[in-house]
């Protein structure tokens, strides 16, 4: 499942929530979003995340118990390498380039980047 993931706001939010929570029904997961949205709304948005792989459920009880199969990083990958993919034609550099020349990027984090990459100078 880590390879080709695309989540819309309202699945990321739904996702997001159920890594904070560890696993939880769609009733906890409705406590948590940020955006309200009906009961019914989170629930078929979790049974379709399940039919594609992206979580798992059980019954308990009454209940069904969902948990994320894939991981916040498995996420931000595939929906990075999409973005560079589709807007900047598979070059990671312009999607740089793009942040820093519309100003997203500051000099503060750009310090920051270079010394990720290990090029800062002391």
């Known amino acids: 499942m880590a390879g080709d993931i695309k989540l819309s706001d309202q699945q990321y939010q739904i996702v997001q929530a159920l890594w904070a929570l560890g696993e939880g029904s ?3 997961v409705q406590a ?3 955006e309200a949205l009906a009961h019914t709304t989170v629930g078929t948005i979790l049974s379709r995340l ?9 019954l308990r009880g009454r209940e069904r118990i ?3 199969l894939i ?7 595939s ?3 999409s973005l560079v993919s589709t807007l900047f034609k598979g070059d ?4 740089l380039a793009h942040l820093v020349n ?3 990027i500051d000099a503060d984090e750009l310090k920051d980047i270079r010394a990720l990459l290990g090029e800062e100078q002391p």
Do not use: C, P
């Not at 990671?92 to 999607?95: E, G, I, N, P, T």
């Open 26 to 28: 769609a009733k906890d």
């Open 32 to 34: 948590r979003l940020r």
């Open 50 to 58: 399940e039919t594609r792989g992206v979580l798992a459920s059980e």
């Open 66 to 68: 969902y948990r994320a």
């Open 71 to 77: 991981s916040e990083g498995d996420v931000r990958r």
């Open 79 to 81: 929906m990075v390498s």
């Open 92 to 95: 990671s550099k312009a999607l």
């Open 102 to 104: 519309e100003g997203d």
